[in-house]
């Protein structure tokens, strides 16, 4: 058994800075950096506070270990950390409370996230996201990338939760926790795009630093025969670093304009 994230703490100090490296040429505007802080401050926070919450695991025999779609579907926690999620956003874009809060009803109305949870992570997964987003009259993009962002702690505190129990291979070019891309690296480490596991490992190049001003610290960079993105880190930058993509890809859609003028979904 294992519980998610005992020793993690709540943001520290420096988070705005942190921030302000790893999203600052995001295009988001201020609402969008707000949320994007204040949301990853809630997500270490129900790290912090999910110590009491057990998941069984079940590693495979070699690297990857996790099964992500099988943690979330097992977990009783995805409905709450999504409804958490779902609120603050509905906190920092009043203008989209119709749709937002329309996920929540759709939960009422029998919405499963535990399949979703676990077509996340299937071939054809997305087709049930749109299945379901029709049965509810709901967004799936929305609906997709809410869910995604809820699991993330669970998936960052399960990975923390097997590395203190096992000894994980290094080397490899993906996420020896739960086979994930590297989104980050920093002095022969790799960090994990979805579950932020570290690892020792080296990506050859050639890498060369993308076009326009770089923040010091936190170099941006791609690879120039795949086009693979990647940030370099320094050290300090490295440790409590976090990928900010499918943040920045929700807080992109909430920023622009509502299409929908019905009136709000009254939650009881």
């Known amino acids: 058994m294992a519980n998610a994230l005992p020793r993690a703490k709540p943001g520290k100090p420096d988070d705005a800075l ?5 999203a600052g040429d995001s295009g988001l505007g201020r609402c969008g950096l707000s949320a994007l802080l204040e949301l990853r401050r809630r997500q270490r926070e129900i790290m ?14 070699a ?36 749709s937002l809060r329309g996920l929540l009803g759709a939960r009422r109305s029998g919405l499963d996230l535990s399949t979703l949870s676990l077509s996340l992570w299937r071939e054809f997964g997305q087709d049930q996201f749109f299945k379901a987003a029709d049965e509810h009259g709901i967004d799936p993009h929305l609906l997709a990338a809410t869910l995604w962002l809820a699991l993330k702690p669970l998936y960052e505190g399960v990975a923390l939760a097997l ?5 994980l291979p290094q080397g ?47 170099r941006r960079l791609y690879h120039a ?18 990928d900010p ?10 920023e622009k304009p509502p299409v929908d003028t019905d009136p709000p979904i009254a939650i009881e």
């Open 18 to 22: 942190l921030l302000a490296l790893l």
């Open 48 to 61: 912090a506070g999910s110590r009491g919450a057990l998941v069984r695991l079940e590693p495979a025999a």
């Open 63 to 98: 690297a990857p270990f996790l099964e992500l779609g099988q943690i979330g579907r097992d977990s009783p926690l995805v409905a709450d950390y999504h409804s958490l999620l779902v609120l603050e956003l509905c906190r920092h874009f009043p203008a989209h409370g119709h």
């Open 163 to 167: 590395a203190r129990h096992f000894d």
């Open 172 to 218: 490899g070019r993906d996420c020896p926790a739960c086979g994930g891309p590297p989104w980050a690296m920093c002095e022969g480490r790799l960090r994990c795009a979805v579950c932020e596991t570290a690892w020792q490992a080296v990506l050859p190049g050639p890498w060369r630093e993308v076009e326009g001003p770089q923040a010091r610290g936190a």
């Open 225 to 242: 025969e795949s086009a693979q993105r990647m940030c370099e880190l320094d050290e300090s930058l490295f440790e409590t670093a976090f």
């Open 245 to 254: 993509g499918p943040f920045i890809e929700l807080l992109a859609l909430l």
